[in-house]
């Protein structure tokens, strides 16, 4: 029975997996869950959390790490091995089937009713370890971050007095009551702002020395840099996001997809050969040029002359590499059309998905931006108008708008293009000095005096 005893311990070692591996990863929570309780005031193992220095904190996060890598690999063990693993009186017919020994005694070899966990405690056991996880997810970091950063109601915006029956007076004192204390508040900050009798410099130096002199500043300081390393990581991360997640669609859907398909539901001898006219004006210039180029050639000598059949030979077979590379060109801007729609789609669902991130980025941008000093903001603005709506942006345009229509495979029209030389840049130039008058010069009021001075 020694070969059969083996039989049943594997096989009980392989039932009890899931539970084991479970039970492991909840006893990592737990020791999670009393790390915070004794030495974070019930809060996550976060810098700001305790008054602890950077060596003592970094003593609880490398045992935190520990713990959080224990919880995630046990985790995955228990989801593999549930998968794979039947339940237990299947797996014990299986043992059973093995050796017809086993029938003999199947009270010794059928498994203890506490070897299958209730469906309740499994799924407390997961609910905790799931909130432990999502508390030290990065995911749960850009959330704190995002709802940092997301502007807070203002203080100048009255909230309007929300529409009630005539009946309830007290409601309506109540919205009245907090309207004063709004204007109150807005009348302390405008006096706040106002000229005092001391210089501001001198208050913000003793204000600077306070900050200095305080024993929580550095913990500030270090929660502020972590803070805004944490913002310029995923703002990048995102920037790097927008820019590769529609290029490399359209490449892959090109590739893929689209190619794929044109190849075989369209035979070779039905596709475009000249998508627009354009295309079919260039294709007969070149073979024209081909053909003159031929009678020039004989005529200073360099080649032989060549017979009506010879030179129609000739003149055939550079039609024919001249149709199949502007074949080559139809089919590509038919594929450009589909795979740029895909890319668009990717693009919307990356910004749909990403508000968090969003709101990350903005306040990067702003951080970004509004650091500057007025001359490089001046210049920057300066640069960006010249470039766009400035006098020789009409011939960029011409480009972009070229290169667009060859991209698509779209005949060119110039009254469109004029048209849209015409307005789009006259818009877009309104646009920006309409910023430049409503939000910078009551933000940087000197960087708009910079702005007049360069320009002019």
Request: net charge neutral; charged share 30%.
């Given at each position: 029975m020694g070969f059969i005893d083996f039989l049943y311990?594997?096989?009980?070692?392989?039932?009890?997996?899931?539970?084991?591996?479970?039970?492991?990863?909840?006893?990592?929570?737990l020791k999670i869950k009393q790390m915070e309780d004794d030495h974070f005031n019930g809060r996550k193992v976060a810098l700001e959390s305790a008054d602890y220095g950077l060596n003592t904190f970094k003593y609880f996060q490398e045992d935190l790490n520990k713990l959080l890598g224990l919880v995630k690999g046990r985790?995955?063990?228990?989801?593999?091995?549930?998968?794979?693993?039947?339940?237990?009186?299947?797996?014990?017919?299986?043992?059973?089937?093995?050796?017809?020994?086993?029938?003999?005694?199947?009270?010794?070899?059928?498994?203890?009713?506490?070897?299958?966990?209730?469906?309740?405690i499994i799924i407390n056991k997961l609910n905790f370890i799931d909130e432990?996880?999502?508390r030290y997810s990065s995911r749960s970091a850009i959330d704190e971050l995002a709802k940092s950063l997301s502007p807070a109601p203002s203080q100048e915006t009255l909230k309007p007095i929300p529409s009630r029956d005539l009946n309830s007076l007290s409601s309506l004192e109540e919205d009245r009551s907090k309207l004063l204390e709004d204007v109150?508040?807005?009348?302390?900050?405008?006096?706040?702002?106002?000229?005092?009798?001391?210089?501001?410099?001198?208050?913000?130096?003793?204000?600077?020395?306070?900050?200095?002199l305080d024993p929580r500043s550095e913990q500030e300081y270090v929660s502020k840099y972590r803070s805004s390393k944490l913002k310029t990581s995923i703002s990048v991360?995102?920037?790097?996001?927008?820019?590769?997640?529609?290029?490399?669609?359209?490449?892959?859907?090109k590739a893929i997809i689209i190619t794929p398909l044109m190849h075989n539901f369209v035979p070779e001898n039905k596709q475009i050969v000249f998508v627009n006219e354009d295309l079919q004006r260039e294709a007969l210039e070149e073979l024209d040029k081909f053909a003159r180029n031929l009678d020039f050639q004989v005529l200073i000598g360099r080649s032989p002359a060549?017979?009506?059949?010879?030179?129609?030979?000739?003149?055939?077979?550079?039609?024919?590499?001249?149709?199949?590379?502007?074949?080559?060109?139809?089919?590509?801007?038919?594929?450009?059309i589909f795979a740029d729609l895909i890319s668009i789609t990717a693009f919307i669902t990356v910004l749909l998905r990403s508000k968090k991130e969003i709101t990350i980025l903005k306040s990067f941008i702003d951080d970004i931006a509004y650091g500057l000093s007025d001359s490089a903001k001046a210049f920057i603005i300066i640069l960006l108008t010249d470039m766009f709506v400035g006098f020789h942006s009409p011939h960029g345009w011409e480009i972009i708008i070229e290169r667009t229509f060859i991209h698509l495979g779209l005949a060119e029209n110039r009254d469109f293009n004029f048209l849209f030389i015409a307005t789009f840049p006259v818009i877009l130039d309104s646009i920006i000095k309409y910023w430049i008058f409503r939000y910078l010069n009551r933000i940087s009021p000197s960087a708009v005096a910079t702005y007049k001075n360069m320009n002019e």
């Open positions: 311990r594997s096989n009980e070692w392989f039932l009890k997996t899931p539970e084991r591996s479970l039970d492991e990863a909840y006893k990592a929570a985790l995955a063990e228990f989801r593999v091995s549930r998968s794979l693993l039947n339940p237990g009186e299947l797996q014990q017919a299986k043992v059973t089937r093995i050796n017809p020994a086993l029938e003999k005694h199947p009270e010794k070899y059928r498994p203890s009713p506490e070897a299958q966990l209730p469906p309740s432990i996880l999502d109150k508040r807005n009348d302390r900050n405008n006096m706040s702002d106002s000229t005092g009798l001391v210089p501001r410099t001198i208050l913000g130096t003793f204000s600077k020395i306070q900050r200095d991360k995102f920037i790097l996001t927008l820019v590769i997640v529609p290029i490399l669609t359209q490449q892959l859907a060549l017979s009506a059949t010879e030179k129609e030979e000739e003149i055939r077979q550079k039609a024919q590499e001249i149709a199949d590379d502007y074949q080559d060109q139809s089919n590509n801007a038919i594929k450009n």
